[in-house]
């Protein structure tokens, strides 16, 4: 790191801000990423000893909903993110230049802190046409990630645009957008997945690169196990009206009232990894499936070509696979799957009987 | 002589978007608005099913987003005739409600403000004046010396590193920055203020649909069930949080933004009050139903055209009249299969994409030929502009007694003339009021659902036509909407139980355009025309209008088949 910029701890102190926030601070990064009492020290120490992380994000094709997003976060707080720790040198959606002034603060960051500046990518880059299909300042996006991308210590991928093309790359990709690791010529990019991601796995994963001063784990397809190592279906509050074969049959139904599982009309949850029923949405409020509709797998490659989104295909992942995966199924029953195909299901009748007679109860008080 | 000058990025905005203007004797004389960005999300949407489509176009714009997802899930009820419950009437309108208060003040602060508000005057404030006068605005209680003190001192200190992250090369000192030091310590202070706020109304749609941005919709009513007696649906607890969140956000618009508005209006109302008016015609689809989408009389933003700038009178729209809404294409990437001189309603749109303009790396456009991803929208062929000022003069034209109140008391507020909403201040000001009167009916809408479940409808999906067997062979329907920026439409065509042709013709579409065959200019290119330019190295006046427009460029999108023969087309923005 630059030894000339201050350390965050030095700039908290400037800032009129007391060791005591500042340990406030660490304890609060360190509860975000879950870590124990030991790893808080290890933060500590890191943003004792490190500067404000200069970083540029760049927009290619995209709707803006991870920005969006990102400014959704309540720990951190994005405010606290872009004064107190990171110097977002470049983002086109909030920052005060414009025109060749924004053009020359780009240049300024990528030469100035090189090999040092992280690259924060959201949208997908259009290789058909000579690039003709996105330009900014008269440059094509793949030329400008080219440019910025060369000299990033660090390359992360916001949201299913970057990670995988999401929609504009759904069949047939008029325009060729392409996920910029199969352009970043080697280099490791973190794939943030999600249409957005989730807020404050944004920040998390910035606050783990800015606290470490390493990238996170990740899987085989780029993503932070932190945040995706686990299915939707698994993490899922609704998981045991699935296991013991209550499902939503239609609509505002009577079983919709109950929140019974969402399966049958059409839920990803079972093959979607994704922090939803963990983290949910907008601090803890709520997500999909607790909002009454499916999940659509908008943190999947290719989502958008697994339709219709209210029905499940013939080889996707239901009844009888599940019941490899969950232990706790003892008997059995037979449902027919909405649609396409029909899968022996395996259902926990004992469950399933402690449900219904929990519910039964909840009737007759309502009677 | 005459001087091209070049903005490419507009930054603060959605999407990508150039303004090329000439500019003679300090003023501008003519001026180019091109997007210079298109993802093609049409072709994708093509064969596929439309209870599918709100999620698709919903991502055509994270900014605004639910906009699309209502435009879509009106125009499949719309073509097949089905009638939504009136909760589900409801819980879309708090839903709009929700997203109007949190797009408008982000735009306001962090989208426009920077414009208005010089960052680095506010370190030479004195934080007791400061007080004093946020305390004279209003009794927003986050106003005592103390924290306007702190507050300095943390900007000081972030100045003083060198790393000014967003704010570096802005165009502070700029001679058209007007308001005095401790005015914009109180725009920097509410900058930040209204940052951690936004994320707090926008739970309105986590609760109603699941997330946010990109909530969940549902062809036929919402996704969400109602019922008080069970912990996994719309019950006492969770409308109680919709309760308090829209409560605090009428709290924050009238003792924040409007007061702001107000106060920064007062300072650059003598030029910016008569800078900016651009076109004379205005259109409005008008939103939020109080009897049902299908009886726009219910609205309470009203239907209608007004011309001219005459306020006494209101023009009917008809969008599924194949003459009224057109598309055109005589300056951008596209080709029409019977020659680029005719327009296109909606429902019988074609595009043949087609890009002529420079390879990139360029310096300039081709002006004279095409030069944007954007095709140009005209009603009855001429240019409109669409937009909160637009739904406050349609409001005012059509007679609507909340919308005038609004709009007078603005004028008086602020001291300026009814001229004065015809310009760039009042493009931005008209949509501070509109927020004000957003965040009573929010609450008003949220009573009027506790009264119908207290009734006992707890209804929020009408799932008659659900099952497409129930459908026709081919089915046309438009869905019209107000999204934060403007007019919104989507047409369908439905057939075979498919999307057949799937249009949309967004607000940036209207405003951003680049101008028609007979050379007249859409909103963006007309506003500029006129307006002065201190320094051309720095046209911060250039984004003062632009801005006031709340662009948003999310993609011009376009349809067309695997051969690569282009059939049908959208744009969105």
Redesign the interface.
Known sequence: MNET??TVYE?LQ???HSRRDFMKFCTFIGAALGLESTGIAQVVKALETKS?L?VVWL???????????F????HP???DV??DK????Y????????????E??LK?TIEKYKGQYVLLVEGSI?TK????????????SY?IFKEVSKDAKAIIAWGNCASAG???A??????G?TPIYKLAEGKTVINVQG??PI?EVMAGVIVHILAFDRIPQLDSLGRPKAFYSSRVHDTCY?RPNYDAGLFVE???DEN????YCLYKMGCRGPNTYNS?GVIK???G?????????PC?G?SEANF?DN????KHLANFPGFGIESTADKVGIGLGAVTVAGIAAHAVVTNIRKRKEIMKGLRT?DN??A | MTQRIVVDPITRIEGHLRIEAEIKDGKIVDAFSSGTMVRGIEIILKGRDPRDAWAFVERVCGVCTTVHALASVRSVENALGMVIPPNADLIRNLMFCAQYMQDHVVHFYHLHALDWVDVVSALSADPQKTSDIAKSLSNWPKSSPGYFSDLQKRLKGFVESGQLGIFANGYWGHPAYKLPAEVNLIGVAHYLEALEWQKEIVKVHTIFGGKNPHPNYLVGGVPCAINLDGNNAINAERLAYVQKLLEDAKTFVNQVYIPDLVAVAKYYKSDWGAIGGGLKNYLAYGDLPLNGYNNPESFKFPRGIVMDRDLTKIIPVDASDPQQIQEFIAHSYYNYSDGNKTGKHPWAGETNLHYTGPKPPYDYLKVEEQYSWLKTPRWKGNPMEVGPLSRMLVGFAAGNKEIQEVVKWGLSALEAPVEALFSTLGRTAARGLETKLVADWGLEFFNSLITNIKNGDTRTANTEKWDPETWPAEAKGVGLTEAPRGALAHWIVIKDKKIDNYQLVVPSTWNASPRDMNGQRSAYEESLIGTPIADPEKPLEILRTIHSFDPCLACAVHLYDEKGTYLHQLHTF
């Open positions: 910029r201050p700039e400037a800032k009129g404000r200069p927009h290619f094709q995209e709707c803006t909903c991870c920005s969006e997003s400014i959704r976060s309540s707080l994005v405010a872009i004064l990171i110097s977002l040198d983002t086109e959606t909030l920052m005060a230049a414009a025109g060749h002034q924004a020359a603060t300024n259009p046409e000579d690039g003709a299909y996105c330009c900014i300042g008269g440059k094509s030329d999401c929609v504009q759904a069949n047939p990709n008029p325009t957008a249409c957005p807020a609704r239609s609509w505002d919709a009232k109950k929140g939803c949405w907008n601090n409020v709520s997500f999909p499936i607790q909002s009454g509709h659509i908008c958008w339709g219709p989104f209210y909840t008080n309502i």
